[in-house]
């Protein structure tokens, strides 16, 4: 069982950053693959990112390829999206996400355990 709390999201302008973050409870994140999701008003969820076991592969959706990156500190439970010129359009609620599951995670059924989501909103 897993438990994932977000925070960090928030109002920023476009071209400008912003950090989210989840705290994992449990002993065994590290066996964990993470992802990232968001939803925007009236879309349905779906897959920003996502990082393995040890951190040594990530994965992004083609439209924050570049931009965004996702990294996790096993020491610390916790993984973390780094977001870096930010448009209007990446405004959402954004998802953590767990699995037990190894290989490339990009599904929302692949996933087992969710955050209650943080909200990211971009201005123009």
């Known amino acids: 069982q897993v438990q994932l709390v977000e925070s960090g999201g928030g109002l920023v302008q476009a071209g400008g950053s912003l950090r989210v973050s989840c705290a994992a409870s449990?002993?065994?994140?590290?066996?964990?693959?993470m992802g990232w999701f968001r939803q925007a008003p009236g879309k349905e969820r779906a897959f920003v990112a996502a990082?393995?076991?040890?951190?040594?592969?990530?994965w992004y959706a083609d439209s924050v390829k570049g931009r965004f990156t996702i990294s996790r500190d096993n020491a610390k439970n916790t993984v973390s999206l780094q977001m870096n010129s930010l448009k209007p359009e990446d405004t959402a609620v954004y998802y953590c996400?767990?699995?037990?599951?190894?290989?490339?995670?990009?599904?929302?059924?692949?996933?087992?355990?969710w955050g209650q989501g943080t909200q990211v909103t971009v201005s123009s």
């Open positions: 990082i393995n076991w040890g951190g040594t592969s990530t």
């Open positions: 449990g002993r065994t994140f590290s066996s964990y693959v």
């Open positions: 996400a767990a699995t037990p599951r190894g290989g490339v995670r990009d599904r929302i059924y692949d996933y087992d355990y």
